[in-house]
């Protein structure tokens, strides 16, 4: 049923309600009580109807080679969808058994202009960088590191992971910067999953809330604009009810199970893209699932993405090419 549709319906069936108290003028009290309450009622559907988004994508992830060894979901950026600036692209490392003794690693890379933003969610990660971190995250942990001017960093499972063998499974989004801070000095900031405040508590839902303003608490990790990144799960049959900010873009990936949001079915591995206008989403479990929230103020400038830049314009991309061929990023040992 259409807004125009929904909005005829309450008109038509409240003249009914008017058309019969005409035509028995001794309708006693109770009925016309009667009436408000349902004209209430009516209103309460409509006004929940009107304030809920409206799904403009859902984007089906797909394999993406990443290294020889790395295969990931990617269902940011899309055929069908490129950016929602600042969120350039989404990954999704599924389980990954780790074997004893075997080797995994992603070797020293450069990046400039945004932030890789790790969320893990099982196993561990290691995360080293030509500005001085070096750094272990673990299951419900996350990490950003700001590459801004220019940086080289390496990661992978850590030494202990490698060694004992495990399951590691996690989640990379790249977070534009601003075209005024793009040439800001790298930095790092990471928080544990104790660190996170806990948002939409009930009974069956579990969420914390990684980053930005959210039910009047404040995420760990800072962005130069409004990004709020929520993640956690919800019990087959429960409904997680998000509210976001109008004119902001707002997207939930499905990392695992099935659900319905806003009446629409979705299964794993789907990342939903949502109008800007209104503001409420109800994620209701099919099975037991999980979902990354994220929500963040539109950053209007053009995005120019190459490689593992994320600049203004091509000519600063190409730019960025130059720069670490010629050594400029610095060095990095393995």
Do not use: C
């Not at 125009?4 to 038509?12: D, N, S």
């Not at 009290?29 to 309460?44: H, N, P, Y």
């Not at 989404?90 to 690693?105: E, N, T, Y």
């Not at 976001?244 to 873009?249: I, L, Q, R, V």
């Amino acid at each position: 049923m259409g807004l125009f549709e929904f909005h005829k319906f309450g008109f038509e069936a409240t003249k009914r309600w008017n058309d019969k108290l005409i035509r028995n003028r001794n309708e006693d009290f109770d009925s016309r009580e009667t009436l408000g309450l349902f004209r209430f009622s009516i209103f309460k559907k409509f006004l929940s109807y009107a304030m809920k988004k409206t799904i403009d994508h859902i984007l089906e992830a797909r394999e993406k080679k990443i290294t020889e060894e790395d295969v990931v979901l990617q269902p940011l950026p899309h055929q069908q969808f490129r950016f929602a600036n600042p969120f350039i692209v989404l990954h999704h490392m599924r389980p990954l058994v780790i074997k004893p003794g075997q080797a995994s690693r992603i070797h020293p890379h450069p990046h400039r202009g945004f932030s890789p933003y790790t969320i893990m969610l099982q196993g561990e990660g290691y995360h080293r960088d030509n500005a001085g971190n070096d750094k272990v995250i673990k299951a419900g942990d996350v990490q950003q590191m700001f590459a801004g001017k220019g940086i080289l960093h390496s990661e992978g499972p850590t030494p202990e992971l490698l060694k004992t063998g495990g399951t590691q499974e996690l989640i990379q989004l790249w977070i534009n910067a601003p075209k005024a801070n793009k040439w800001d000095e790298p930095f790092y900031q990471a928080a544990t999953k104790e660190q996170q405040p806990k948002v939409l508590e009930d009974d069956d839902l579990s969420f914390r809330l990684l980053s930005g303003d959210y039910e009047g608490k404040t995420g760990p990790i800072k962005n130069f604009t409004p990004v709020i990144s929520i993640v956690g799960e919800i019990a087959a049959g429960k409904t997680a009810h998000f509210t976001a900010t109008p004119g902001y873009w707002t997207l939930l990936y499905l990392i695992h199970g099935d659900v319905e949001i806003n009446d629409t079915a979705v299964s794993a591995h789907n990342l939903i893209v949502f109008s800007k206008e209104n503001e409420d989403i109800a994620v209701t479990a099919a099975t037991d699932a999980q979902v990354l929230y994220l929500s963040a103020e539109p950053i209007e400038e053009p995005v120019a993405a190459k490689d593992n830049f994320v600049m203004n314009t091509p000519e600063e991309n190409e730019q960025a090419i130059a720069d670490y061929k010629n050594g400029l990023f610095g060095t990095l040992s393995f």
